[in-house]
């Protein structure tokens, strides 16, 4: 088949209703327990763990392009079996601690299965990068039965948030001198690691302060 | 334990924040499923089938006034075991027929347990109401394990809602001469029969346009 | 200009961000006008007055379309002087009095201009429709100055808007057969007459119910 | 009048709904036009400026510490004429240059009257808090004619949230030995420092980033 045309079949597959609804269904289910992980959290602890939480449906475009990146055929089934994050949730959290947590108790729910674990916070990627990349596998109920689908769930700081936005500025830019480009890259990264810096000393610090609350009810 | 000892037992209970996460959960696993199920009938029908998906935990007042008014005890394991009513979902559709679709669709996903079926549009209350009663059990899946809880799902279409409307301001006026009382409610079960008859009428007249759509693309 | 671009020149306009932005700021101003009269409205009566509030800005199709079909020349300019529908706010009530009263209270605010008013409650289309249309002028403050923008407001109640789902159903169907077709208006046409008139019916015993409140503080 | 009676006929007045309608429009008209500065950002710039928009009506319980705190009459009347923050909007945004530009086109539109402006960014509080306030006017229109409405607007970065969230907690921890708290607040203002040092950095990094977009189109 041509390029075109094995574009224009995936395209077909990966915007029929039937597969846009499967993903966002397992969207909403990741969202709804991490909504309500997201309140547990809080009655305990007394203060907010997550910040935002987003979602999104992987592009045709984006995955026509991990395909050829990867050397592997541009068709739907090459899509669902070999990419784990055709469907994506982020949460962006105020500290890392809550979100080995909060990753603990996701994971630890009957329906959700742990498929992959990539902690980008305990080993960065050379640019900077961290993240927790959780992949799981939870059920779709439809009238038809049940089906497995897998979500790639992202769990990463406001600070490193704040670096990612920077980073993938970068990414759509063009024709960047070889030089200038490794230049912004070399500060990109170092930059990344006094972010995370200062997020282990502000945890310390909020460690400080969460003890302060537990002695005052003595 | 007096009556006042009861209600504040009762309320401590109604208010904890895990009684109410796991309510929460269980609307929004029916609000999700029903929000899939009005897209996959867009997509089949090219039309809208539901017009408003609303939701609401029975609050401790209303919770006592129904265990009193059934003489039963007034306390949680019985309001959790009597009452299948605590957790409510309400969704207003176009049409009766999409009604009994949706129902049929969403009781037939393996995790959706049909426990009981009101059909008060077959055979309405002697006030008029009309509207399909699902009780429904969901599984909630949490880090301790997997729990059933119940939800009651209402299904009425937008006229049988505008006339609850009206029904519903009638309940809180007090003090009503008995004959103005029963005149109101007169005429109130006279226009649900009226109102009913047009959804009737308006639901065949669909059907017929429906049925241009199929010969036009013959 | 052929057809070809003229439809690309408008399209071009019409898509522009600043355009949009402004149409959206307009949006934005009646429908925090019309929330903030919902709860005046709430408070003042105890009963919700409108049901639903919802918007949109017309297509590039639909303006060509309505262009071509009054005979104007398809250009920016034309669409923005003679159509007053580009910004559209639908306000769905449960009666018609409040309909009335919020239009009211809606013009008698300084930074709303009524441009023109179309009855069509008070004298129904002749396929049966009843809204109450509003041709408005807001001010768009920017930093360039300020700007008047014109929004056509609509006013339905739940009834007709139910009424209204079905006939434009039937819009989008084609090549239907003339008998068909004139006998599915009719009865459209008739229909709406029978909505309208359980809509006063239910407005008068509104009345009756309302002065049962007013009566039980004496 | 004695200290209960003054609160409890502030919080009456506080509480009426007519005050809260006015602070939720002059909220509304505030929240729509930063929103609509942000898309408007976003076309110029190709990327996100402000993260997240919040806001809050001044509690009863702080306004009336607040009123005692600065030794004034504990009354309606004096909290709406000395009080700035009665009604209070955040917007939490990536950068500080692009916090300035935001303040700048906000306020110069025709209908936001800048009263005062507090440049906590470039004069830090002691304790290392960094934003800037402005409190501006806006007009709100009811069928009762024009009334100003005063609006405390905060802008900060998404860094010094993330700070503020600690400072906050710490707020609400009672009895804290006087060494411990001078000891936490030190290593609070030395992190917010630290913390403004990396914003500037990646405002640094960020335009040079945004420089390589505009010779790319050479």
Not at 42 to 66: A, C, F, N, Q
Not at 134 to 162: H, N, S, W
Request: net charge positive.
């Amino acid at each position: 088949m041509s390029k075109k045309n094995a574009r224009e079949k995936l395209m077909q597959e990966l915007l029929a209703p039937e597969y846009r609804l499967k993903c966002e269904y397992a969207i909403h289910i990741i969202e709804v327990k991490l909504e309500m992980l997201m309140e547990q959290f809080y009655v305990e602890r007394g203060r907010p763990v997550i910040s935002s939480i987003t979602s999104r449906i992987k592009t045709v475009d984006s995955i026509e392009r991990k395909l050829r990146k990867k050397n592997l055929p541009v068709d739907f089934a090459t899509a669902e079996g070999k990419l784990s994050d055709l469907v994506g949730v982020r949460a962006t959290c105020f500290f890392e601690d809550d979100i080995y947590k909060l990753a603990e108790r996701l994971t630890a729910q009957e329906d959700v299965v742990l498929i992959r674990e990539k902690d980008y916070m305990k080993k960065p990627k050379a640019n900077g990068y961290q993240s927790l990349h959780l992949t799981v596998e939870v059920p779709i109920y439809t009238q038809e039965g049940c089906e497995k689908k897998r979500v790639e769930i992202q769990f990463r700081t406001v600070a490193m948030d704040f670096w990612a936005q920077l980073d993938y500025q970068l990414c759509y830019k063009k024709n960047i001198e070889e030089k200038t480009s490794r230049q912004i890259q070399e500060k990109l990264s170092k930059y990344a690691k006094e972010i995370a810096g200062i997020d282990r000393q502000m945890m310390r610090l909020r460690k400080q302060i969460d003890k302060l609350g537990t002695e005052r009810d003595v």
